[in-house]
């Protein structure tokens, strides 16, 4: 049974930084590729950040290109996203998916820039 579960968001000023980080069990963690989305409300499903399995490949959404920084411990079965220089516009519910399992989501991880 896969489970995903993401944790760390929480209420940040504008220009500072954040850590996300999931935890995914039921797979061989490091042979997947893995993904970031987030959701604000009203607004569709945006993929942030996606890392290769194989080549440890980054490719991330040009409004978070510099910014953000998607990473993995493969020991600990842990997807990270380090957020840096957060803007209002980051504000939404960060979920952590594995495109090649799509059909697993966890409950996400609220993050809120706000002065």
């Known amino acids: 049974q896969v489970r995903i579960v993401e944790s760390g968001g929480g209420l940040v000023q504008p220009g500072g930084s954040l850590r996300i980080s999931c935890v995914i069990t039921g797979i061989t963690f490091n042979l997947y590729d893995m993904t970031w989305f987030r959701q604000a409300p009203g607004k569709e499903r945006e993929l942030v950040a996606q890392l290769n399995y194989y080549k440890d490949e980054e490719t991330y959404a040009d409004s978070v290109k510099g910014r953000f920084t998607i990473s993995r411990d493969n020991a600990k079965n842990t997807l990270i996203l380090q957020m840096n220089s957060l803007k209002y516009d980051d504000t939404a519910m960060y979920y952590c998916?594995?495109?090649?399992?799509?059909?697993?989501w966890g409950q996400g991880t609220q993050v809120t820039v706000s002065s």
């Open positions: 998916n594995i495109p090649s399992l799509n059909q697993y």
